[in-house]
Structures are given as C-alpha cells and as structure tokens.
C-alpha cells in the first residue's frame, strides 16, 4: 500500500520561506518521477513542481524562479524549498506522482497559508 506523507506546512509572512516534506512508501522510490501539487480553496487542484527519477526538474510558471524541488532516494523523500512565498501560494500542498498522478495516492497534504 501506498503511503505519501506531507509535513513542513505552516504559516508565513509575504516575502518568507518554508521548506516542504513528502515521505513515500510502498513504492519504489528511485524509480519513480515525484511532484508536488496544490489546492487553494475554491479551485481546482494544479501542479507545482515535479522531479523525474534522473533529477530533472519542472516548474509551474507562477513558481519558478521561487521554489526548488529536490530528492532524496536514500530517505524516500522529496522536498519543495519555498521563497519569496505571496498570498496566492495559500493552499494545501500535496505530493504524488510525476508526470501523472495517481488518484489514489494522495495523503493528507499540509497546509501552508502566506499572510500578514
């Protein structure tokens, strides 16, 4: 069975930084791509940053240049350093698959809200 845990949400001033964390299980991590995904309220869920197997990135347009993704296959996990955070990055980060997520995977996602 299949297991993402999310943790390193939180609440942060306009202009700071958070530093998200996915842990996986039950899948072979090293050989599978991994993102993180987002959903505000009110909207549809949408994609934020992706890591293929190999180490190559992708970025949504409203993040790039602010967010890095990263990996470690040793600890089964994936991170998502968060800069220059603005009030539109408030949502429930989620992490999955990528390319492709899998619908039934999903964990419980963490919060992060950006506000003064």
């Known amino acids: 069975q299949v297991h993402l845990v999310e943790s390193g949400g939180g609440l942060v001033q306009p202009g700071g930084s958070l530093k998200l964390s996915c842990v996986a299980s039950?899948?072979?991590?090293?050989?599978?791509?991994m993102g993180w995904y987002r959903q505000a309220p009110g909207k549809q869920r949408e994609f934020v940053a992706g890591?293929?197997?190999?180490?190559?990135?992708n970025y949504a347009g409203s993040v790039k240049g602010r967010f890095t993704i990263s990996r470690d296959n040793a600890k089964h996990t994936v991170y998502v350093q968060m800069n220059s955070l603005k009030p539109e990055d408030t949502a429930v980060y989620y992490c999955?698959?990528?390319?492709?997520?899998?619908?039934?995977?999903w964990g419980q996602g963490t919060q992060v809200t950006v506000s003064s």
């Open positions: 999955n698959l990528f390319p492709g997520y899998n619908s039934n995977y």
């Open positions: 039950g899948i072979i991590f090293s050989n599978n791509g």
């Open positions: 890591i293929s197997y190999g180490g190559t990135t």
